[in-house]
């Protein structure tokens, strides 16, 4: 028979066991090259799309698109305009499926002009769609409020006809240009300012609900970018230009670019949508898994190449991503947990030269930066904040031997010394993570620790380590509020977006990164030349 007192021992033992197998910790040592950059973006590299879905928008016996598209948005609303000006700037892009569906109502032209309505046999289900200028008027009045920088991307189809009765996703003709040189026109005699147009949404490849063959786009992208030399003859105010605004085929990007010829796209976008359906049931673990996360890296190495192969002067740019297709993941692309894929997904693209990255959306859908209702922001929202205030445009080689769920990125920093992203998808085991700076770029020896003391016998001259550490309420991952270094963001009793402070960390001690969390850690003392 077991004694009382073996049987107490024998239970404090499993729940010790317990404990440490909940509380598992790892040491891990990052190497930061700085000596040169690897990759560089845009200064303004975050940016987020304002879509034309109206109301009836339904995937999946749910309709998430509320009050959130870009006719019926309330442009008022003041939690919006404060959302958009803490960026100062942010890169806002106006588009979406329904975009090659949408004339402008500019005069008298086009006569019928109508708001969208289901229509079974119209692309994506619905009918042509109609902006009139007073509603133009009411977006570039929060745009130029908020100091928003604006990509307009224009309806693409106008022109053409489906080729033949057996074939109707292939659109055939020249792009008529008429009704974009009115907007455009009318754009600039209001003063409104445009930083990028684009021409049509997911037509490249094999298209989505239609598509043009790449000779033919290529040859209208040439007649957008004559149209714009023409309309704006200062280079100093001249909008870039933009395509093809969709998913990549790497023969059709190709012939594309060689269509195109050198000097005509500014920006090469492209659409992500690597986590598959929103109504997937393994959605959340794909947002956990990092070598599902890493498979789409290739597209962006692709990409990248295609673009300094044919067309040098041409930048990647992710044009769109939602991570998840039909309006995201219900009960998981608007919570804590979809930061594990779309702060990876900065993360990755900036390393192969992408200069922005556009998220859907800004507001809408299930994976809107803001609720579609409340117009509160979720998780996602603050970590595009933060990333566009700390991490600057060179990007940095950050490498680890490490385990492979926790992901490290590292950048100049937007003001001195450098920024590292650490993203830990481990369930169970917190990383205390060492820095170590590699300033020799012509041997594997490690020249110098995270920072460098000029004066060791001066406690001053030790730049304290800022650390943002964010993990999710309660510790639950599917939680729309997020907590910054333990405390809950959340609006200011004025509907200001809150300041986010970092708590400061003796430098000597390695960053702590609790399971299924995220950090962002400035070291100001970090010896980086390629920051000078």
């Not at 200064?43 to 304002?50: G, H, K, P, S, V």
């Not at 033949?164 to 003063?191: F, Q, R």
Request: charged share 20%; aromatic share 12%; proline share 5%.
């Amino acid at each position: 028979m077991v004694s009382r007192r073996t049987r107490f021992f024998c239970l404090v033992f499993l729940v010790s066991s317990c404990f440490f197998n909940l509380s598992n910790s790892d040491e891990l040592k990052v190497m930061v090259k700085g000596v040169t950059s690897i990759a560089q973006t845009d200064d303004n590299f975050i940016c987020a799309t304002l879509d034309w879905w109206p109301e009836n928008k339904c995937d999946y016996n749910q309709c998430p698109w509320g009050k959130a598209g870009l006719l019926n948005l309330d442009l008022k609303n003041r939690i919006l305009a404060n959302a958009v000006k803490a960026f100062n700037p942010l890169r806002l892009r106006i588009g979406g499926s329904l975009q090659d569906q949408v004339y402008y109502k500019v005069g008298n032209y086009p006569k019928n002009c109508s708001n969208f309505e289901k229509k079974s046999d119209g692309l994506f289900g619905f009918s042509d769609g109609c902006l009139h200028m007073n509603r133009w008027d009411e977006l570039h009045d929060m745009f130029n409020k908020t100091g928003a920088a604006i990509t307009f991307s224009f309806n693409a189809l106008i022109g053409r006809i489906p080729s033949d009765e057996n074939n109707t996703t292939l659109w055939v003709g020249d792009w008529n240009h008429y009704n974009a040189k009115s907007l455009m026109k009318y754009t600039i005699n209001k003063g409104y300012k445009i930083d990028s147009y684009e021409l049509g949404n997911e037509l490249c490849g094999s298209g989505v609900a239609a598509k043009i063959k790449a000779h033919q786009y290529g040859n209208d992208v040439k007649k957008l970018k004559k149209l714009v030399t023409h309309m704006y003859p200062n280079p100093a105010n001249r909008p870039k230009i933009l395509a093809p605004g969709g998913f990549y085929d790497q023969k059709w990007f190709q012939e594309f670019l060689q269509t195109t010829g050198p000097g005509v796209v500014d920006g090469l976008t492209h659409h992500i949508y690597n986590l598959g359906a929103g109504v997937d049931p393994t959605l959340i673990d794909k947002l956990q898994n990092p070598f599902f996360l890493s498979q789409i890296a290739q597209t962006f190495k692709n990409v990248e190449n295609d673009a300094k192969l044919f067309s040098p002067s041409s930048e990647p740019w992710i044009g769109e991503s939602g991570g998840a297709y039909n309006s995201g993941g219900k009960t998981t692309s608007h919570t804590f947990v979809n930061g594990f894929w779309y702060l990876d997904q900065l993360g990755m693209t900036s390393t192969f030269n992408h200069k922005v990255y556009c998220r859907q959306s800004l507001i809408g859908g299930n994976y809107g930066l803001l609720n579609t209702t409340s117009f509160i922001p979720n998780p996602d929202y603050y970590g595009a904040l933060l990333w566009h205030k700390l991490m600057g445009k060179n990007v940095l080689s950050i490498t680890h031997e490490g385990s492979p769920y926790i992901r490290t990125y590292a950048h100049c920093s937007k003001t001195s010394g450098i920024t590292v992203l650490l993203i830990n998808m481990d369930k169970s085991t917190t990383f205390d993570v060492s820095v170590v700076n590699d300033l020799n770029m012509y041997t594997d020896s490690v020249a110098s620790v995270e920072y460098i003391n000029p004066n060791p016998d001066s406690v001053e001259s030790i730049h304290p380590r800022e650390e943002y550490h964010l993990t999710p309420k309660d510790g639950n991952i599917q939680s729309d509020v997020m907590l910054l270094n333990g405390t809950p963001l959340k609006l200011t009793s004025s509907l200001d977006i809150p300041v986010m402070k970092p708590k400061l960390i003796d430098p000597t001690l390695p960053i702590s990164i609790a399971p299924q969390s995220i950090v962002f850690a400035t070291l100001r003392g970090f010896q980086a030349p390629a920051c000078a």
